[in-house]
């Protein structure tokens, strides 16, 4: 791959050389007077015994340079490869993890939904058994009211008759004789005997 563009290389390198040499070389001829070695202007060595160094340097350094710049760009693309694998792999940890975090948000919508439904049938359901006790102890109190009604009535009852007996007993023993009373009590005894029936 990198050993077809060799010539390419070489060719831009030894210009590119050329071009430095030919542009340096008025100010060495304006240094020094036309010298020649062989017949040739000392530039022309000096530029072919550059591009001799050069294509030396790169015949011996050019493959194993090549070689880790083919290394280089093949790790290269591998830890793009591997970053790209990693990148879908955290793409897909994300959606699952959005998922995950989805499902829990909606478990703890509904835990809280039947932790309020709950608190509601609690609450009720307390309501209810209050409401069942009040009633419970209003049936209660009015029974002991009645109760007490009823004991009062008779007390009353028993005073009233207790009083009567009295009164008429001393009204009996002022105004009656012995006979007359006993059948006054009698009826009276009577009456009683009959109204607390």
């Known amino acids: 791959m990198i050993g077809s563009r060799h010539p390419l290389r070489w060719l831009a390198a030894g210009l590119g050389t050329v071009l430095f040499l030919v542009a340096a070389q008025p100010a060495a001829a304006a240094s020094e007077p036309s010298a020649t070695w062989l017949g040739l202007p000392t530039w022309i060595w000096m530029l072919a015994n550059l591009v001799i160094f050069f294509g030396v340097l790169g015949y011996f350094l050019g493959p194993p340079v090549a070689r880790f ?33 989805a499902e829990l948000e909606e478990q703890i919508d509904q835990i809280l939904e039947r932790a309020d439904r709950d608190g509601h049938h609690e609450r009720d359901e307390v309501l209810a058994q209050a409401e069942r006790e009040k009633e419970r102890l209003l049936a209660q109190a009015e029974g002991e009211i009645q109760h007490r009604l009823e004991q009062a009535r008779q007390e009353l009852k028993d005073f ?9 007993r001393e009204r009996l023993e002022s105004d009656l004789g012995p006979d007359a009373r006993k059948r006054l009590f009698r009826r009276n005894l009577e009456r009683l005997e009959r109204e607390a029936s």
Not at 73 to 81: A, F, K, Q, Y
Not at 160 to 168: K, P
């Open 69 to 101: 710049l083919e290394d280089r760009g093949r790790m290269i693309h591998e830890e793009l490869d591997e970053a790209r694998e990693r990148r879908a792999e955290a793409a897909d940890l994300q959606k699952s993890l959005g998922a995950k975090i």
């Open 160 to 168: 009233t008759a207790e009083l009567a007996a009295d009164l008429a």
